[in-house]
Nanobody
Framework: QVQLVESGGGLVQAGDSLRLSCASSGGAFSRYAMGWFRQPPGKDREWVASINTSGGNPAYADSVKGRFTISKDNAKTTVYLQMSSLKPEDTATYYC??????????WGQGTQVTVSS
């Protein structure tokens, strides 16, 4: 059973940076593409970024492109989301997910990011 645990969220001011981490256990991490989604208050969950099995070919939502960087460390079975130039509209619960069986099939519990103006 794959388990994903996010950490690194918090309360920051606009323009600050944060790095989210997602530690994986219980599966073949190097075989999974990984992603980050977020759910702003009162809104649907939305895709933020994803990366392939070997840590290459990162992709980003337009809203975060140029400000966020996703990376994957297969040796540490951890995926990261480096967030810079944060904006109040980045406020959300952030979830990491593993692409298994043709879908984003496993999710962490989420970590809250709040950006004050």
């Amino acid at each position: 059973q794959v388990q994903l645990v996010e950490s690194g969220g918090g309360l920051v001011q606009a323009g600050d940076s944060l790095r989210l981490s997602c530690a994986s256990s219980g599966g073949a991490f190097s075989r999974y593409a990984m992603g980050w989604f977020r759910q702003p208050p009162g809104k649907d969950r939305e895709w933020v970024a994803s990366i392939n099995t070997s840590g290459g070919n990162p992709a980003y939502a337009d809203s975060v492109k140029g400000r966020f960087t996703i990376s994957k460390d297969n040796a540490k079975t951890t995926v990261y989301l480096q967030m810079s130039s944060l904006k109040p509209e980045d406020t959300a619960t952030y979830y990491c997910t593993a692409f298994i069986g043709g879908q984003w099939g496993y999710w962490g519990q989420g970590t809250q990011v709040t950006v004050s103006s």
